[in-house]
């Protein structure tokens, strides 16, 4: 069945992308690709193009005010491609898993293949909570601060003595994080930080860097795109191993100082919480939406995830808005849910978050039998 429904303009938030990722390009970003053309097309070995790099790699350094020592990484292949490193590189002999979702599943995966690692320890928690791996044989933690699939987040913090590996794609640049409470702290920039995707970055401790090299020396075998110890020096050098994403580079510069214009992460992660608070608040008074992670604690303060009941079709509400310039508010596929989910990262407005809740209840009104 298609019903058409027009919703006004002047209902409509200013900008309509809210989705989970690849998420909002701040128009200013693109902008900024065009004032510094001059490096666009240039060679990543030269000065230009390595300033651009290191000038990133201080940004995000002081963003996240990393403690002595630490290093920001980066290479190509996005953070799937640095689970693959990590598996590589920075698990010496077994892995230990908090599982909540497909992303934080996709990492343990990724190691359980590996035929020179023992099988994972696997915390599995499900989709809607949060789990961490528990202290135990594993000389590598790891989970994700923020589960994209679900809206689910979780704390960052020490486990036992081995090193921990926090998959902050979604959360870094929206949600704030100790460092020192971790060895990697690794993401993408197709969300936060609004760029495109392609690319990792990572925030290695002087014990993951330790780590990678050892291993490096220590015989076992390691694609070249895969090693570590490769990536940390060409990052020192403010190159990456093969031909980075300059268009990327440039994007997320900018997005890192216009964060450092609010305020710094206190003042990002305040935006985006109060944005996702205003979906949860508005979930709340209505009989037909839930948030879908139960415990206020772990719902996610940059992802909103809302169960709809049955008298809603998510899949009709999400088409019909999408018909008015506003896209993405689909659930993850794998998590078939009646849902709609809601990318509040750091370049969408919070007032464009009150347009949409707008939006969906003028919608879900003149859908109403
Ligand atoms: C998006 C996402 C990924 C995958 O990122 P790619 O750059 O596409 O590989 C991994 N983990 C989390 C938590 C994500 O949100």
């Known amino acids: 069945?298609?019903?058409q429904i027009d919703i006004p303009q002047n209902l409509r938030p200013a900008d309509g992308r809210?989705?989970?990722?690849?998420?909002k390009v701040r128009r200013e970003a693109l902008e900024y690709l065009l004032a510094r053309a001059d490096v666009m097309g240039t060679s990543h070995r030269q000065a230009p193009v390595r300033g651009l790099v290191q000038e990133l790699q201080e940004a995000l350094s002081d963003l996240y005010r990393l403690p002595e020592g630490y290093e920001v990484t980066l290479g190509n292949g996005g953070a799937t491609a640095f689970w693959d490193v990590a598996v590589f590189s920075l698990i010496a002999e077994r892995s230990a898993h908090g599982v909540f979702g497909e992303f934080s599943r996709k990492f343990s995966t990724a190691s359980a293949k590996a035929p020179f690692l023992g099988d994972p320890r696997v915390f599995e928690a499900p989709p809607g909570s949060v789990a961490l791996?528990?202290?135990c044989d594993a000389d590598t933690y790891c989970w994700a601060q923020n589960e994209t699939s679900t809206g689910a987040s979780a704390p960052v913090r020490r486990i036992g003595d081995g090193l921990v590996l926090v998959d902050?794609?979604?959360?870094a640049g929206g949600i704030d994080a100790d460092i020192a409470s971790t060895d990697a702290y690794?993401?993408?920039?197709?969300?936060?930080f609004s760029s495109d995707?392609?690319?990792w970055f990572a925030f290695l401790s002087p014990a993951a860097v330790e780590r990678a090299e050892s291993i490096a020396a220590g015989g076992r075998w390691i694609p070249d795109f895969l090693d570590l110890s490769s990536a940390i020096k060409n990052s020192r050098q403010h190159q990456s191993v093969n031909t980075p994403a300059i268009a990327t580079l440039l994007m997320m510069a900018d997005q890192v100082r216009w964060m450092q214009s609010l305020g710094g992460m206190p003042a990002v992660a305040a935006r985006c919480a109060s944005s996702t608070s205003i979906v949860y608040d508005w979930a709340e008074q209505r009989d037909w939406a839930t948030p879908f992670v139960a415990n206020p604690e772990h719902r996610s303060p940059v992802v909103a995830t809302i169960d709809l009941d049955d008298t809603v079709d998510a899949k009709q509400v999400s088409a019909i808005l999408r018909e008015n310039g506003i896209v993405d508010v689909d659930p993850y596929r794998a998590l078939n849910r009646n849902q709609l989910r809601i990318g509040c990262y750091a370049a969408v407005d919070p007032s464009d978050v009150e347009k949409l809740v707008a939006c969906i209840d003028h919608v879900v009104e003149r859908l109403a039998p």
């Open 18 to 23: 809210f989705g989970s990722g690849p998420a």
């Open 168 to 171: 902050a794609t979604s959360a």
């Open 1 to 3: 069945m298609t019903v």
């Open 197 to 199: 995707g392609g690319m």
């Open 133 to 135: 791996p528990k202290d």
């Open 186 to 192: 690794y993401f993408a920039p197709q969300k936060n």
